[in-house]
């Protein structure tokens, strides 16, 4: 190898390293400057949230036995790890019948979808029916149910603007403590969603929960907010409760939470931190 050859391939050596060395700098002055924005941006917010974080620890709730979770999700030791996902049933309408009426839980029992999601309202007396604002409005009436009072629903029919209502008898609105003994007699799991969180609500919760056995084994109470989760299961720790996320929620959030992946990944750590 003569010296011309040598000094080539040191110049090669070092065109590639001062390459290297240019990409690492490169890379070590962008994340530099994107600490330098978060912290110019977010550093007591940061701070503050990690706080809070650590703090959820000593406030944790202990969470349902392993066993009432099981026998809610899970009817059969075949059912527990299988790979296909279990339908949920949305008001129980899976079969064209009415939103949250007898007829449509009924149907699902018989076809065997043993989930259900069904909606619960408090009207403006506090008694706890099943009903959601839609089957109101095919009704042509748009006051929320927390205005009407409970005599209202005494006459009001759930199949009368149902788009195939012919095809079901008559049927009224479904009440909380009808669902109850319902389930009594039935494996399937409810899915409990509250439209609307009360005081008058959480105290019907509390008691159903209380009173009733078969509440906690057939019923997950599903809303949108933790507080009113935390505050169920500090009266009811094997009560199963679920946090439900819609999109507005996303949208009620301030912009700087749903601008950031971190922020919203320690938010949802002090959610299941507080309430699982």
Known sequence: MNLGTVIKICKMLFQLFWFLAT?????????????????????????????????????????????????????????HGCGDDWPILNRGGGYDAPDNSLAAINQCLAQKCQKILLNLSVTSDGQAILLHKSTLEKANINEPVSKLHSSFFDSFSITEHHPLGQM?????????????KLLESSEATVFLLASQITPRLLEIIREAATRCPVFTKRIIFCCSSPVAIYQLRQRCPDLVCGLWMEKSYHLRMPPYLNSSTILLSVLGAIYRNIIA
Request: proline share 3%; with cysteine.
């Open 23 to 79: 990409c690492c700098t490169f890379v070590v002055n962008a994340l530099w400057l994107c600490c330098n924005f978060a912290s110019v941006s977010f550093p007591w917010l940061m701070l503050a949230f990690f706080l809070v974080l650590l703090a959820s620890k000593f406030v944790k709730l202990k969470s349902p036995s392993d066993e009432v979770v099981r026998s809610l999700l899970w009817k059969s030791e075949k059912e």
């Open 168 to 180: 079901f008898q008559s049927e009224k609105v479904l009440t909380f403590e009808k669902l109850l």
